[in-house]
């Protein structure tokens, strides 16, 4: 059973625009949820968190969207840029600080110049 | 400041056989995560070890052990191995019930023949 699912597994999008990721978690209980971004042979790199008191948090070009009545949450990244193109995996945590996280099963992004 | 280590990058091995990832943690990181990620599938949790013990497990059966050293590194063991042990694993750290969020290695990519 899937707790979390990104139901796009890409997404291709010019430079200069939006890029929208989206996530749909099923388990309530959860509180924290992040984004990871993935290069080919590198391991996930964190990009952003929010935690599920709050609706958006922003850092730089990315922001993070979450609607709790919906489990649904969002990544934004504007202006979308080259060197975003990677994989996206959003994931899901009970409690902030115990780090077992459950992923989705990703989003490829690319931005094309 | 040296990232999250892990060796070795690729492994090859029959079924049946044992293998051993190892996994050293970032800088001041005294927590060790381990992920399996499937071709085209997100991370799974796997254990987390602190203080040389296990803390929190996955759904993966007994034949996937762990250990960590009074260093913070961290083993991963898997015996009898199958073709579906086919992976990417991931090796992650952070500062037990911190606030920031875990730092992920390159992987070991296991081949299981």
């Known amino acids: 059973d899937q707790q979390v699912k990104q139901n796009s597994p890409s997404l291709s999008v010019q430079e200069g625009r939006i890029s929208i990721l989206n996530c749909d978690y099923t388990n309530s209980m959860f509180d924290y949820f992040l984004w990871y971004k993935k290069y080919p042979a590198e391991g996930p790199t964190f990009l952003i968190s929010i935690s599920s008191i709050k609706d958006k948090n922003e850092d730089g070009r990315f922001t993070v969207f979450l609607n709790k009545s919906a489990k649904h949450l969002s990544l934004h990244i504007v202006p979308s840029q080259p060197g975003d193109s990677a994989v996206y995996f959003c994931a899901a945590s009970l409690t902030s600080g115990t780090y077992k996280y459950i992923f989705g099963t990703g989003t490829r992004l690319k931005v094309l110049a | 400041d040296a990232g999250v280590t892990q060796s070795p990058t690729h492994l090859i091995k029959t079924r049946g056989q044992q293998v051993t990832l190892r996994c050293s943690p970032k800088?001041?990181?005294?927590?060790v995560s381990w992920y399996q990620q499937a071709l085209g599938q997100g991370p799974q949790f796997i254990f987390q070890y602190y203080e040389e013990e296990e803390r929190q497990r996955g759904n993966f059966p007994d034949r996937f052990s762990g250990h960590q050293f009074p260093n913070y590194s961290s083993e991963l063991n898997v015996n009898a191995l199958l073709l579906g042990d086919s992976a990417l694993y991931l090796c992650a750290s952070s500062k037990y019930q911190g606030q920031e969020t875990q730092y992920f290695g390159p992987g070991t990519r296991l081949l299981v023949l």
């Open positions: 800088s001041g990181h005294d927590t």
